[in-house]
C-alpha cells in the first residue's frame, strides 16, 4: 500500500520561509515522478512544483524563483523549500506521485492527506 504523508506546514508572516516534506512508503514500481500542488478555500487544486527521476523540475509562475522541490531518492523523500511567503500561497499543500509523470496536472495516482500552509501579512 502506497502511503504519502505530508509534513512541516504551519503559520508564518510575510517574506518568511517553510520546508516541507513528503515521505513515501509501500511504492515498489521503481522511483516515482513526484509534485506538490495546494489548494487554496473555495479553489481548485493547483499544480506548482514537479520533479522527474533526473532531476529535471519545472514550476507554476506564481512560486517560480521563491520555491523550490527537490527529492532525497535515498530516502524517497521529497521537500518544497518556500522562500518569500506571500499572504496568497496560504492553502493546503498535498504531495502526489505516479509511475507517469503529469507534469503539474492533477493526474498522479497518489496523494497525500496534506498540509496546511498559513500565510499572515
Known amino acids: 500500500q502506497v502511503q504519502l504523508v505530508e509534513s512541516g506546514g504551519g503559520s508564518v508572516q510575510a517574506g518568511g520561509s517553510l520546508r516541507l516534506s513528503c515521505a513515501v512508503s509501500?511504492?515498489?514500481?521503481?522511483?516515482?515522478?513526484m509534485a506538490w500542488f495546494r489548494q487554496a478555500p473555495g479553489k481548485g487544486r493547483e499544480g506548482i512544483a514537479t520533479?522527474?527521476?533526473?532531476?529535471?523540475?519545472g514550476y507554476a509562475e506564481a512560486v517560480k524563483g521563491r520555491f523550490t522541490i527537490s527529492k532525497d531518492y535515498a530516502k524517497n523523500t521529497l521537500f518544497l523549500q518556500m522562500n518569500s511567503l506571500k499572504p496568497e500561497d496560504t492553502a493546503m499543500y498535498y504531495c502526489?506521485?505516479?509511475?507517469?509523470?503529469?507534469?503539474?496536472?492533477?493526474?498522479?495516482?497518489?496523494w497525500g492527506q496534506g498540509t496546511l500552509v498559513t500565510v499572515s501579512s
Open positions: 520533479v522527474d527521476n533526473h532531476g529535471t523540475t
Open positions: 509501500g511504492y515498489t514500481d521503481g522511483n516515482p515522478y
Open positions: 502526489a506521485a505516479d509511475r507517469i509523470w503529469w507534469w503539474l496536472l492533477p493526474k498522479y495516482a497518489y
